[in-house]
């Protein structure tokens, strides 16, 4: 594999990769939970803060 595929291959990962955050951002929000958060988090965690995140409860206003 020369650089220039691994380049083009790798640049798939990184927009899989900022997709989920944004979209994971954007169900914290709907659960009423920190979207700036839940992104960075999704930064380093990705997939497993998705499902973190389809398990949590709402969360309730007081």
Same mark, same amino acid.
């Given at each position: 594999?020369?650089?220039?595929?691994?380049? *083009? @291959?790798?640049?798939?990962?990184?927009?899989?990769?900022?997709? %989920?955050?944004? #979209?994971?951002? +954007?169900? *914290? @929000?709907?659960?009423?939970?920190?979207?700036?958060?839940?992104? %960075?988090?999704? #930064?380093?965690? +990705?997939?497993?803060?998705?499902?973190?995140?389809?398990?949590?409860?709402?969360?309730?206003?007081?």
């Amino acid at each position: 594999m020369n650089e220039v595929d691994f380049l *083009a @291959q790798s640049s798939g990962y990184v927009v899989g990769w900022g997709t %989920l955050t944004l #979209i994971n951002a +954007g169900i *914290a @929000q709907g659960k009423n939970r920190s979207g700036l958060a839940w992104f %960075l988090l999704s #930064i380093l965690l +990705g997939p497993i803060a998705t499902l973190v995140l389809v398990i949590l409860d709402k969360k309730r206003d007081f």
